[in-house]
Structure formats: C-alpha cells, structure tokens
C-alpha cells in the first residue's frame, strides 16, 4: 500500500487506500474480503446484514472503538452497546437515502475511582472521535463523491 503525502502550507497530509473486495455468492447475497483475508457476507435474506445495516454498524463501529480505546484505558466498562439509526427515506425524485443518523452510546462503569475517571472521560471521547478520529461518520459528512467504475 503506497503512502503520498501532500503538504499544503505547513499542513501534512497522508494518503493511503484501503479497500474490500466483494464476491457474488448468490442473487442478493455478497462476501466482502479484506486484505488480510477477513471476509462478512450481508446481503438481502434471513440472517444477513443488509447494506444499509452494515453502513449504520460502521458508524457505530467506527466511534465505538474510539470511545471504547480513550474510556478503557481506565477500567473495563459494565456495559456497553451502541445503536445506529436513522431515517431511510425514499424519494423519487432525488433518490434513497438515510437522514438524521444518530448513534447512541448506552455505557456503565464500575463504581470507584476508575469509573469515575472513566464515565469523567465519555463526553469528551465522543467528541474526538466526532471531530476528528471517526474516519466513517467524518466520511458521511463531508463532501465525498463516489465512483462506480465498469472494469474489463
């Protein structure tokens, strides 16, 4: 994976890909695979994580490791889920999309010190990881065009 960096005014930037390669196992049903050979299958059917499913756990998932990576580092929490939703909203003029994506963090600490540090640490973890660490939500908010490219 080839690295650039572009400096703009003092400002560095580094730029690497990252990709998923996606298989057809069966009408409506796909396996993405990563480089290191990790593989998902989602798709339309029972038991399956639909795209827009996978795309709400990856916000959920994107944040969740960052609040769970600066909260931790004190105790281990109780509890901790995360819920992804939104508005799916059909349009026939300007086409499908998901609105007002919230995710919604539901944690507890141990009583003590340690939780108390950790529950002290929560408010401004999710605002890194918003501002700034959360490459997926960070992604969805700005300005991110998308190609889709027949290769052959």
Known sequence: MAVRRATMDAMTRDISTRSVTL??????????????????????????????????????????????TMTTRRTEPDRFEVTSQADYVRDDDEGNVLENIRVLF????????????????????????????????RTLEAPTSVALVERG
């Open 106 to 137: 539901d944690l507890a600490f141990p009583a003590g010190e340690d939780g108390d540090k950790a529950r002290a640490r929560v408010a401004s973890a999710l605002k890194i990881s918003h501002d700034k660490q959360c490459t997926v939500s």
């Open 23 to 68: 298989t057809r196992d069966a009408l409506g049903i796909y396996t993405a695979t990563n480089k290191a050979g990790a593989t998902l299958q989602f798709g339309h059917g029972d038991g399956l994580l639909s795209p827009v499913e996978l795309l709400l756990a990856a916000v959920a998932g994107c944040s969740s490791i960052d609040v769970d």
